[in-house]
Structures are given as structure tokens and as C-alpha cells.
């Protein structure tokens, strides 16, 4: 697996896209975990007997993820998926969403109650990216990604483990990144605060707010909450009127109970502080939740927000979600 044969197969996607029905697609709002797994799934599939495509559920690839593709980022397939496509997804597993038109799935988020698996390829595995998973799959089909595949793979696995932080990353992670490391010859540590300085210097409000943004669904598949990860430099934070009014339009755009902005304000030190910003029936479970959850220094700092300095219990969209939506879905 070389840079040059990635620039070819992409070009030639892009040349073919509507002869190949099996389309390979992280989730809608993609991050850099969903693009790379999503291309090289897709890439794997294809050097190993089942042509596919890659697709990127954007208008545009996150600033961070183009910066650690290079030239290659301009020929990532971007858009909305083809309805007559059959599809493999990666970094996400809602298969409601796609009408019986999912064959297989790679991913690491825990199983949402309710989806069915029934005849699909399913790989839902704990870990602490979905690039993991690709990437273990690359090497058990005996491809050696260059020196500039191993890097982008690496990149993704740092992004989405916090740069292989405990709280995220798991034994495989690190075991991965360990050998795509040896591969690329790249300081994991001297990456990850690249790509990291790449991600914080985004400062387009709609682009952070889609960046990293989730929205919930009950087993019907209708809509719960909205929750937006904004990751940005403390001395940059986004005007707070600018972004309740984002959360409103969310409101109205989804149909959600509850919608959420979590604003992470990043130190040069290394420490990071949070602000919580809700709107909607549900907003207060969601804020008391993130204030008992965040300790005696986390404070409630206006009706709609709670404010977490450094010192506080920081916990991910995941840790909430798993307790915030059964209790959402029950008060109707
Ligand atoms: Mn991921």
C-alpha cells in the first residue's frame, strides 16, 4: 500500500463511482477516524477482491484530516451516498439510517440498543478508534502500508485515542500504533500535537459545530439528542450567542429533545477546561447530569450551561450518552 497506488485507486473512484455499488462511509459530520477508515476499508476491500469505493459524508474534508493527507486529500469522494448503493460502514453502525442497504460494518462505539445486525459483516469491537480495526485487517491480509500510509493510519488512531491517552486507547490501539510507527518512523507524540494544533486552529463556527457532531436516536429511530464536540484554543473561544443559536437550530432541524455543544478549551500546557452549553426539553438532565458528574468545582455558570475547570472529572459523549438516553426517551 503506497502513496502513489492511493493516489491511483482514488482517482480511479472517482472515475468509476457510479459503476461500483459497494461504497464504503463513516458517519455524516465525518471526522478524521471516519475518512481514513472509511478510504482504506475501501482500499483494503479492493486489493483483496471486492472492489469498492470510499465516500466522505461532507462538503469538505476537516482541516485536520487534509493537512495529514496530503495531496491525497483533494481526490477523497466527497457527498451524499448513493440511495442504490450497497454500503459498508465504518466508524459508526446506524443501519436504520441506510434501509437495509448495509452489508457489513467496522466500528467502536458500543452497540446502540436496537440495531439490527441480522445478516450484516458486523466487527463492533471496543477500541479506541475505528482506524484500529482497518488497520489490524490491512495487516492480517498480509499489506504493508509505506511510509506515508502508515502515517495517515497512525494520524487517525492518535486523533481519535486523544494521542494514545489511557482513557481512550486500548491494548490493540496501542499495538497498532506501534507497528504503523515503526512502518512510518514517525514520533507518535510529535504527530498527534501536529495534528492537534491543525484541529484547534479551525475557528469557522458551523465547520467546528458539524465537525464532530452525533445525534441520538431511540430504537424507532427517533431523533434524542444532538451533541456537538467543539475543540478549540482557550484564547479562541466561540461567541456564546453564535453557538445557541446553532443549538436552536438543531433543535428545529432534528426534532431532538435535547441539544448540546460541548466546547473543549484546549491550554498550551496541556490542560483543558469545558463548557457545556444545552437547549431544549430535556436541556437541565443533561447540564445537572455533567455538573454532579464534574465534581464540587464544576459550576453551573448561567440556565443553560455548566463550566468545568481543568481540576474537574472530564467524561466523554459516550460516557453521557450510555446514561443520558434511556432517561431522555422515557420523559416524553
Ligand atoms: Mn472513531
Given amino acids: 500500500m ?3 497506488a492511493l493516489t491511483t485507486y482514488l482517482t480511479d473512484c472517482s472515475r468509476r463511482a457510479e459503476a461500483s455499488r ?11 477516524d471516519a475518512v481514513v477508515s472509511a478510504l482504506f476499508e475501501a482500499w483494503r476491500l479492493t486489493r483483496t477482491g471486492t472492489p469498492a469505493v470510499p465516500l466522505v459524508q461532507a462538503a469538505a474534508l476537516p482541516r485536520e484530516t487534509a493537512w495529514l493527507l496530503g495531496d491525497a486529500a483533494s481526490l477523497a469522494p466527497l457527498g451524499a451516498v448513493n440511495p442504490a448503493a450497497q454500503l459498508v460502514l465504518t466508524d459508526h453502525h446506524d443501519t436504520a439510517a441506510y434501509a437495509g442497504r448495509v452489508v457489513a460494518v467496522v466500528d467502536h462505539h458500543p452497540l446502540s440498543p436496537g440495531t439490527d445486525l441480522t445478516d450484516i459483516d ?25 511510509a506515508f500510509c502508515a502515517r495517515v493510519l497512525l494520524g487517525a488512531i492518535l486523533l481519535d485515542t486523544e494521542g494514545l ?7 490493540q490501539d496501542r499495538e497498532t500504533a506501534g507497528w504503523l510507527a515503526d512502518l512510518c518512523g514517525e514520533d507518535p507524540a510529535a504527530l498527534f500535537a501536529a495534528l492537534q494544533n491543525e484541529l484547534l486552529s479551525e475557528t469557522d463556527l458551523p465547520t467546528l459545530f458539524a465537525r464532530d457532531y452525533r445525534r441520538y436516536t431511540d430504537p ?18 466561540p461567541d456564546l450567542a453564535a453557538v445557541r443559536a446553532l443549538l436552536q437550530a438543531d433543535l428545529a432541524a432534528g ?27 430535556q436541556a437541565d ?17 448561567g440556565p443553560d450551561q455548566v463550566f468545568l475547570p481543568a481540576a474537574c472529572v472530564h467524561r466523554g459523549r459516550k460516557w453521557y450518552a450510555a446514561r443520558l438516553l434511556e432517561a431522555i426517551a422515557e420523559k416524553t
Fill in 2 to 4: 503506497t502513496h502513489r
Fill in 22 to 32: 459497494l461504497t464504503v462511509v463513516g458517519h455524516p459530520a465525518p471526522d478524521t
Fill in 122 to 146: 458486523a466487527e463492533i469491537q471496543p477500541v479506541g478508534a475505528a482506524t484500529t480495526l482497518v488497520a489490524r485487517r490491512i495487516r492480517r491480509d498480509g499489506l504493508v502500508p509505506d
Fill in 165 to 171: 491517552s489511557p482513557y481512550k486507547a486500548k491494548e
Fill in 220 to 237: 424507532e429511530g427517533a431523533p434524542l439528542m444532538g451533541f456537538a464536540i467543539l475543540k478549540v484554543w482557550a484564547d479562541a473561544e
Fill in 255 to 281: 426534532g431532538c429533545r435535547v441539544c448540546v455543544a460541548k466546547t473543549v478549551l484546549h491550554r498550551p500546557d496541556g490542560t483543558r477546561e469545558e463548557r457545556y452549553l444545552a437547549a431544549g426539553p
Fill in 285 to 301: 438532565a443533561v447540564l445537572e447530569l455533567v455538573r454532579r458528574t464534574g465534581g464540587p468545582q464544576a459550576r453551573r455558570t
